[in-house]
């Protein structure tokens, strides 16, 4: 059974990574709506301030629920719903990115926000899904390269490196780049800036290299063969498939002192 994205019955990255915890994980991501967190919240306006590619609508109350907050949805459907320190956030990491000099520099004669849907890896892929989220961030065909814009708690280098490895974006780099591939669009290198969520709003732009890549592109490997093999079998399995075995480990100091409880 082919387990997609709802919307458009294909494989996004943003579900795909499951697959580094478990086929349980992925199925989960799949058939459940995504938490909306405050940070999703704030980098998807600053998006559409950047990018102009969402529509932003501006809560006027504190509190997401009552009669005000459903007819307020229910008038601002399709858009990006905020309150005013989510949009004052938003908005102050929208403007470090448009001032600072090398973040300017590369968004300089950018196309923004593309959905697009490719072949690859013996599946139907796509990045974005219309009128729901973006997909391409930004590219420059003539200079060869996609960038993509992260709002983030820290753009200190060294964290930065850190949680762009945790949060596997040097694989979506791989994932974007193959399928711009596969549309015969000619980028070769991938971007990604970093902007802090809280002021002074810090901007870090990171080159993903040619070790990285390769190394995502590894990862998508082994997520996209064990996506087909659980829907050839129709099983989604958690972490562990038998009985394990809990053994003192090196690190803790306590081999040999085992005994009768």
Known sequence: MKLRHPKDGRVHFSELKALRKSPAHYRHAIEESRTITRPMIVGSVADGLVFGGRNVALYPGKVRNGKEWEAFKLSNEGKT?????????AKGAA?????????RRLLDGCEYQRVMAWEAYGL?????VAGERGGFDAWHEKRGYILDLKVTASTQPEDFQRHAFKMQWHAQAAW???GAKALAIDVRDFYLIGVEANPPHCV???HVTQEALDMGRKEIALWTE??????????????????LQLEVPAWSGLEGLGGDD
């Open 81 to 89: 719903l905020c309150i005013q320190s989510e949009y004052d956030d």
């Open 124 to 128: 139907e892929c796509a990045a974005g």
């Open 95 to 103: 403007d470090a990115v448009l001032a600072d000099p090398v973040a």
């Open 204 to 206: 870090t732009v990171l």
């Open 176 to 178: 974007y780049l193959d």
């Open 226 to 243: 064990k996506l087909k093999a659980c829907e050839a079998a129709d099983a989604w399995p958690g972490y562990a498939q038998d009985v």
